[in-house]
């Protein structure tokens, strides 16, 4: 029997495939666990199921000791993992790609329809009981019919986000690191630009790169002003991508028309001049919150941390 320690609540399913082969430690609160007690918690482990609020660094894979074989985290995106410190410490890091593409995509154009028509704005009117009668100029929003949706990172959800703007009748421009499949070009009829052009000839621009050093604040004050001055930016990558006190200003002095932000620089905490504007729709990271996508994650984790306790390879390793 290995030890398991499971960082962060999941759904009991995944939980149980672990408990019925290994020793299984959990944290059951719903706050995150703390650093000390995931530090002194971890000693020991033969594998970590992680979530993306554990920072899992050099110092964590040194307490838990030369025994841990895998780092499991239950996210697609794992810029919390230091994969480099796993790698020279011969532990396998994996994440989970695939299951939550549907539902990020999903709330992608949900921010998209939100941004364009101002339904949170609308919303407000009426939960503050603030006086309103239908008018020819009442609320107006805008179109996407026809409009450019420029996909900054063209993998599995911004290709799902793309075909889901078809079917709204968007065009789609996109940028990416490598070429993509021909067909998947021919599929969506999309045009590849570089970022400077993309962000200057979109309607909207919806970001969907991993965070690295490489792409930190990728969106700043100069490519906000390169946008637009009536484009709409979402985002539901990571919130470090956008440098989100120049979001801020350009939304406040009307550089883009408008935001949807699923994610934010330093969650939960979100930016306090994002606050008070009307332009930015926030959400509060629910890209993969449904009950379906967050059951399919943790049983992905737990299926990659099996695997390696048991010699083989694991389904989804992370490979850069
Ligand atoms: C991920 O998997 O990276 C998502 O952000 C979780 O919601």
């Excluded at 993992?81 to 790698?87: G, L, Q």
């Excluded at 011969?90 to 364009?116: F, H």
């Excluded at 994610?263 to 332009?279: A, G, Q, R």
Aim: charged share 20%; aromatic share 4%.
């Amino acid at each position: 029997m290995a030890r398991v320690v499971i960082t962060g609540r999941i759904p009991s399913e995944a939980v149980e495939m672990l408990r019925s082969e290994h020793d299984v430690w959990a944290w059951e609160q719903t706050t995150p666990i703390s650093r000390a007690e995931l530090l002194e918690q971890v000693a020991g482990a033969d594998a970590l199921v992680t979530l993306l609020t554990e920072k899992v660094d050099a110092e964590l894979l040194d307490a838990a000791g030369v025994q841990l074989q895998v780092v499991a985290n239950v996210a697609v995106g794992y810029n919390n993992i230091d994969v480099p410190a796993c790698r020279e410490r011969n532990v396998i890091a994996t994440n989970t790609p695939g299951v939550l593409t549907d539902a990020t995509a999903d709330i992608a154009m949900a921010l998209i329809l939100m941004s364009t028509r101002r339904l949170a704005a609308g919303e407000r009117v009426i939960r503050e009981q603030q006086p309103w009668q239908w008018g020819m100029f009442f609320m107006l929003g805008t179109s996407i019919q026809g409009r450019r949706l420029g996909i900054v990172g063209m993998g599995q959800i911004g290709a799902a986000l793309a075909r889901r703007a078809k079917a709204f009748g968007m065009t789609i421009a996109y940028s990416n690191r490598n070429e993509i499949a021909p067909e998947l070009v021919q599929e969506l009829g999309c045009v590849r630009l570089d970022l400077a052009e993309l962000l200057a000839t979109s309607d909207v621009v919806s970001l969907h790169c991993p965070y690295s050093p490489d792409t930190h604040h990728l969106i700043g004050a100069t490519e906000l002003a390169a946008m637009q001055p009536d484009s709409f930016l979402i985002n539901t990558a990571r919130g470090p991508v956008v440098d989100e006190a120049a979001l801020a200003a350009a939304l406040r002095h009307g550089v883009i028309a408008g935001a949807g932000l699923d994610v934010f620089e330093n969650e939960p905490t979100v930016h306090p001049d994002l606050l008070d504007l009307d332009n930015v729709v926030l959400i509060p990271h629910l890209g993969s919150a449904t009950i379906e996508t967050r059951t399919a994650m943790a049983i992905l984790a737990v299926r990659n941390a099996l695997a390696v306790l048991c010699g083989d390879a694991a389904p989804t390793p992370i490979t850069v």
